[in-house]
């Protein structure tokens, strides 16, 4: 083997978002005065963001292949609505109800993908469609009123915390299950680092440049830290972390370490070589229309959980949340390429801005255009770099 | 010539792309009237050249001097040159599908009877005498373009410059995806313009043609300029072409195929038919039948169009036409070809005529468009992917054959024609195939690296696999194959054997077969 290249540079842009997240943190904490990292706000980003990273993990796959689903606002809504409908109306235990939602979002996903990747019909024009359906159903199912309140055994899935094992800390506590957790990740990440290096070296190939991967490092766990302090000292971890932990934990996996991740990547670059290489990209196409349905499903159920109802409204416009996430988040429209940790960051930058203009005060209108701004600016740095690149 | 009047000098060009020169000096004379080549590898700065001079790439973002009919042009942008009655015609087709043939020869170019509004009898008149120079007149003016064959279409974008009154036209590759008879037709078109007074400046790969078109050669060579050759001044061969822009000779452009013996058949095709895709009465394949053997190396030759790749494509997988019939046999067992899994898992492997659009994930790293296809069965314990296997094969298989990449993480859109071209032979040599059908394998690629896929298709027969080289270039059959079947009109239409392979056999065989098909 001749002398290859022994080190490698950090990917930027895979750090850049989590760069500008803490940046725009920053920004607001100044702006806020402190305020927008007090435990209470930290936690409440974890509860109000939640179903749209468990929409953005979806979505992001459906943005890989080059499009998107139009249609996931109106399940979260129509799930919720028979969720809620059978628990409070129809007195049935709460896992069975959840049941039903999830099996109706399979549904719906399922239609989707049937159309889209059978008939080839383009996914904007089905989505669409299973938009103005799943809403129109989701107001007929309610009769336009709204359902609730729901038992605790429902709700505590949006609003509830793990046991905590509190600590009095300075003038308040901390719940020890947090530092354990916090310190197990930190076991977990130098963990896998150490992994990656010997594995790397054992096969010649480049490691990253020491004082990046430092760096890097240093700026993971320090938010790991400041995140699980900051939920210690208010009321431990919400469950709604536990459920989004999972379900982002799954998707990373799948995403970049399996054959299926593999082929939504290659048919989203290539749909035709994929095709060409053995790939059944009718069927990718399916299976990822049928698990954003049934993720939105899931999505539904941790919203209605912490709003403690369901309404018809409920879930509006959130596709365009996000779809933003996974721009946000490096996706390009295009298809082929994004993560999943990319769009969760984008999703949180997302939520960082929303709750941050909110305690400024500044109005929802303004909070919109600064949104699009924010989306607008992601994707244009995005595009230019590369064209730099090329 | 009797003519010496310049109308073209490009001095001391010098072009740096974020500090790496493209072009480093380079100097090109062309004379009116006169057709001019421009030959070098991939990569050596033709095009590069032709974008500054047509204005693609702004004055000022290069160094050095473009003086056109003794005045000196500072080009801000394509419409600047074009004025000046230069044009240039890319290799990939600049053409609306779906718009008529008037509408695409006057396309940015819009005849109007005021501003903004579009003459229609004036831009059918002009059409029909700007059709007249390529021969054309005759075609229907409002059918759409694409309706009419790749030819056809290359001879529109020359009547789209004829229309802008062209004195200098540029044609990149203009002949790289036609078959024999329309590049012929092409360069005759060529020769036609020359008596018209239109100089032209060639960019192209095939040195037979150029040997026959061109009143000079410029060389270029990792952006430098070599030499410029005079048709009856200096020495004019194909040889001498390929010494300069390789900078060495090249005695056999075909390396030979020693030690590689002949086995048992590995793969036997009978009775394959197959439908066109849309058209369900049109039968675009008949009763082919076809075997290959272990170690040999079996061509289809044949003109464009004349069923070849669709052959290859319904049989791998059906992924061309419908209604497909017929039976495929691997080692004397019949196997099922129906889906490209199928043909895969059956150890057949199909490397597409066009890289780009069927072969590669351009987006993606050279190490995952090397596993693509072999993946599942390779590089997968179940669904988890085995991350570590693959970047290991995927450093032997670029050593291997020789991929030029500064690692297997580069991304496969920035590598040149040849380079990705290798990706996709390693692409399907990870799946471990027993027969191997390369279509076009050296298409658009360079002298160099055709050589290193004609070396790593000998490898493979020596291996003991069964490979089938589809080629529209005839020397290309005849230099790499040890027999061949002649296709036309979607029949065979002969086979040939090593001895008796040649340009003159191959035709004949198309002709003794035109027209007999019908019934």
């Not at chain 1, 435990?39 to 109000?48: A, G, H």
């Not at chain 1, 468990?54 to 459906?62: F, K, Q, S, V």
């Not at chain 2, 579009?118 to 005759?138: M, P, S, Y």
């Not at chain 2, 004349?306 to 046999?329: C, D, N, P, W």
Request: proline fraction near 2%.
């Amino acid at each position: 083997m001749e002398n290859k290249k022994k080190y490698i540079n950090l990917d930027i842009k895979s750090f850049g978002m989590i760069a500008a997240l803490i940046i725009i943190f920053i920004i607001f904490y100044v702006l806020t005065k402190g305020s927008n990292a007090t435990p209470t706000n930290i936690n409440n980003l974890i509860m109000q963001n939640g179903y749209i990273i468990i929409l953005a993990t979806g979505m992001l796959l459906c943005v890989l292949t080059g499009y998107i689903d139009l249609g996931v606002g109106s399940v979260v809504a129509l799930g919720a609505a028979c969720a809620a409908k059978l628990v409070v109306e129809q007195g049935w235990p709460v896992p069975l109800a959840w049941l039903i939602a999830v099996a109706i979002g399979l549904a719906v996903g399922v239609f989707a993908g049937f159309f889209i990747a059978f008939l080839d019909i383009p996914p904007f024009v089905v989505t669409l469609a299973t938009m103005l359906m799943g809403r129109g159903l989701t107001y007929t199912l309610l009769r336009s009123l709204t359902v609730g309140p729901l038992p605790a055994d429902y709700s505590f899935i949006g609003v509830g915390f793990l046991p905590t094992v509190k600590v009095p800390l300075g003038e308040g506590s901390i719940d020890i299950v947090c530092i354990v957790v916090a310190a197990l990740v930190t076991v977990g990440i130098i963990f896998a680092e150490v992994k990656t290096i010997r594995t790397n070296n054992k096969y010649g190939f480049a490691n990253l440049v020491p004082w990046q991967m430092a760096i890097k490092d240093v700026v993971i766990l320090a938010i790991v830290w400041f995140f699980f302090t900051r939920l210690g000292m208010y009321n431990g971890i919400p469950i709604q972390l536990v459920v989004l932990a999972i379900i982002v934990g799954i998707y990373h996996f799948v995403t970049s370490k399996t054959v299926a991740g593999r082929q939504i990547y290659a048919m989203g670059g290539n749909a035709k070589a994929a095709s060409l290489s053995g790939i059944n990209t009718k069927k990718v196409f399916f299976w990822v229309y049928v698990n954003m349905g049934v993720l939105a499903s899931i999505a539904g159920i941790v919203l209605s959980a912490r709003q403690g109802g369901a309404n018809p409204k409920m879930g509006d416009g959130v596709e365009m949340d996000a779809i933003a996430s996974c721009y946000i988040g490096g996706a390009a429209a295009s298809g082929g390429v994004g993560t999943i940790i990319g769009a969760v960051v984008g999703a949180l930058v997302m939520g960082v801005l929303n709750n941050g203009m909110s305690m400024c005060g500044m109005s929802t209108d303004l909070q919109k255009v600064v949104k699009g701004a924010v989306l607008l600016g992601a994707v244009v740095l995005d595009v230019t770099t590369k064209k730099k690149k090329g | 010539m009797g003519m010496s009047e310049i109308i073209l000098e490009m001095k001391h060009i010098t072009k740096a792309f974020s500090g790496v020169k493209a072009l480093d000096d380079v100097n090109l004379q062309v004379q009116k009237g006169e057709i001019h080549a421009l030959c070098g590898e991939n990569g050596a700065g033709k095009s590069t050249l032709m974008n500054v001079l047509s204005g693609v790439y702004p004055h000022g973002t290069y160094d050095g001097d473009i003086i056109y009919k003794g005045e000196t042009c500072k080009f801000h942008r394509i419409k600047d040159s074009e004025n000046k009655g230069i044009v240039i015609i890319h290799q990939e087709l600049a053409l609306s599908p779906y718009l008529s043939i008037a509408e695409n020869v006057f396309m940015g170019n819009e005849q109007l009877s005021m501003r903004g509004v579009i003459d229609w009898t004036k831009t059918r008149e002009r059409a029909k005498e700007a059709l007249e120079h390529v021969g054309l007149q005759n075609e229907n003016l409002n059918a759409p373009v694409n309706t009419l064959g790749v030819g056809k279409q290359q001879l529109i974008e020359i009547a789209k410059a004829m229309a802008k009154n062209v004195e200098l036209l540029i044609l990149d590759e203009p002949t790289a995806a036609l078959n024999d008879e329309e590049s012929a037709q092409l360069l005759e078109i060529m020769l036609e313009l020359k008596k018209k007074g239109v100089t032209c400046i060639i960019i192209s790969h095939k040195l037979n043609e150029i040997s026959y078109v061109a009143d000079s050669i410029t060389i270029i060579r990792d952006g430098k300029t070599i030499e410029t050759l005079k048709k009856g001044v200096d020495e004019w061969s194909e040889d001498r072409i390929i010494k300069g822009m390789v900078g060495r000779e090249m005695n056999n452009r075909y390396p030979v195929r020693d030690n590689c013996p002949i086995g048992d058949v590995v793969m036997e095709v009978k009775n394959w038919n197959a439908y066109h895709p849309e058209i369900a009465d049109k039968q675009i394949l008949k009763n082919i039948n076809i075997k290959v053997r272990a170690g040999e190396v079996v061509g289809l030759a044949g003109l464009m169009g004349a069923g070849r790749t669709e052959f290859a494509m319904s049989l791998f997988g059906h992924s061309y036409g419908q209604k497909i019939s017929g039976e495929v046999y691997m080692h004397g067992k019949k196997v099922s070809t129906k889906t490209v899994k199928d043909a895969i898992d059956n150890k057949i492997a199909y490397t597409s005529e066009d890289r780009k659009t069927y072969g590669l994930v351009l987006i993606n790293d050279i190490k995952t468009n090397m596993t693509m296809a072999a993946l599942r069965a390779y590089y997968a314990n179940g669904q988890i992917v085995n991350e570590r296997q693959e970047n290991l094969d995927a450093e032997e298989y670029k050593e291997k054959i020789n991929v030029k990449a500064t690692s297997i993480h580069q991304t496969v859109g920035s590598l040149s024609g040849g380079n990705q071209q290798k990706v996709v032979l390693a692409k399907w040599m990870m799946t471990h195939p027993d027969v191997l059908i390369l279509d076009e394998p050296t298409r658009g690629i360079d002298v160099g690296a055709k050589y290193e896929i004609y070396c790593a298709i000998n490898d493979m027969a020596r291996e003991g696999k069964a490979i089938i080289v589809i080629s529209s270039e005839m020397q290309e059959i005849i230099g790499t194959c040890d027999r061949a079947y002649v296709i036309n009109e979607g029949r065979i239409a002969g086979e040939l054997d090593r001895s008796e392979l040649s340009q003159e056999s191959i035709m004949k065989c198309i002709m003794d077969s035109n027209g007999k098909g019908e019934e």
